[in-house]
């Protein structure tokens, strides 16, 4: 990917011997799911690091992820149709795998 990330600033995910953190694995999938979305073109890095750096100024003390999910919402939440969601997250819940 050629996303780059600001492993300096205000928005630098944390880590561990150079190794990125995640606690758990929705963390990692919100991680993803931001680059997969830059690289589709839906919006820039900055854009998003943005919204991050923002999200991370209204709460210093929330967990960095908690962060970086709210700044996707952000971002995509002006962007999504409501009732599309909610019917697709009915259809989903009448499957009788639940998935």
């Given at each position: 990917m050629s996303v780059p990330l600001d492993l300096d600033g205000p928005a630098a995910p944390p880590r561990s011997n150079g190794e990125l953190v995640f606690a758990a694995p929705w963390e990692s999938?919100?991680?993803g799911l931001v680059l997969t979305l830059v690289d589709a073109g839906r919006?820039?890095?900055?854009?998003f690091r943005g919204r991050l750096i923002a999200r991370i100024g209204e709460d210093p003390a929330a967990p960095y992820w908690?962060?970086?999910?709210a700044g996707?919402?952000?971002l995509l939440v002006p962007t999504v149709d409501v009732?599309?969601?909610a019917a697709r997250a009915a259809e989903l819940h009448d499957r009788e795998d639940h998935h």
């Open positions: 999938r919100a991680f919006f820039t890095y900055e854009e908690e962060s970086w999910l996707l919402e952000d009732g599309e969601v």
